[in-house]
């Protein structure tokens, strides 16, 4: 754990499903997603074994035990060399709580993370219009690169 300005960052395992379960809010209120991250949220079963993965890292910034941020990544092992890249699937504060180096810390937790497990690179995407993150990111040392990013639908019933 690591805290900051009374935040504690904490990585989660298999047993804190409850705090899985307000990640999810937070990142349903955060994105302006609710019906994604709210709405249908996996069962308990599905959430306990996804955070007993090691390739799954889920890291939540807590104020007196709420959820006030976090982040989702997943480790991909490569294939082409023996090391292996993060990439940060989600990350959200909560709004009250933006602007007071609480992304920043959690990209860090992450960032020891990366080294512990021997990971080369953490990549992130961010789309273009939303300044914020683009800023964090370059904030943190982030390099810009301009890739298209394409959805392959594999079931035409969603």
């Known amino acids: 754990m690591n805290s900051t300005e009374n935040i504690t960052i904490q990585h989660l395992s298999e047993k804190e499903i409850k705090l899985m379960q307000d990640l999810l809010n937070v990142f ?43 982040l989702a990544a997943y480790e991909l092992q490569k294939f082409e060399q023996e090391r292996s890249e993060i990439y940060i699937y989600d990350l959200a504060v909560s709004t009250e709580y933006r602007r007071q180096g609480i992304a920043m810390a959690l990209i860090d937790a992450l960032k020891s993370i990366a080294v ?43």
């Open 28 to 70: 349903g209120d955060a994105f302006d997603e609710v019906e994604t991250y709210c709405k249908v949220q996996p069962k308990t079963d599905y959430l306990h074994k996804l955070l007993s993965r090691d390739y799954f890292i889920v890291l939540v910034a807590l104020k007196h035990g709420q959820v006030v941020g976090g």
């Open 116 to 158: 512990d497990r021997g990971a080369y690179v953490i990549f992130v995407q961010a789309d273009y219009g939303d300044d914020p993150a683009i800023e964090l990111y370059r904030k943190v040392g982030g390099v810009r690169e301009d890739v298209l990013h394409f959805d392959i639908v594999v079931k035409k019933d969603y």
